[in-house]
């Protein structure tokens, strides 16, 4: 690391390598910034999936549980 950090001093004074290292340096900025808007939107994204899902699954167990005791309750009305 501390080799990188040495090159980096010593390139940008460079009179060819300076300017590349210097947008290298603002186009890793820019890149670790779409990733994490990425990130937070990939989140936010996956949350609003799960709960959708999960509202169908507890909307599926709440019919079948009323369809159960519909059945109970006609066939206890014939007996």
């Known amino acids: 690391m501390a080799f990188v950090l040495a090159f980096t001093q010593v390139g940008i004074a460079s009179k ?8 290298i340096n603002h186009m890793m900025k820019d890149v670790l910034l ?13 949350c609003g ?3 959708i899902f999960n ?7 709440t019919l ?4 159960v005791s519909k059945t ?8």
């Not at 060819?16 to 947008?23: A, C, D, E, N, V």
């Open 49 to 51: 999936v799960s709960y």
């Open 16 to 23: 060819y390598f300076g300017p590349i290292i210097l947008s």
């Open 64 to 67: 079948k549980i009323r369809n």
């Open 34 to 46: 779409f990733l994490m808007t990425f990130a937070v939107i990939m989140l936010a994204f996956a």
């Open 72 to 79: 109970t309750f006609e066939n206890e009305r014939h007996l």
């Open 55 to 61: 509202m169908a699954v507890g909307e599926f167990t």
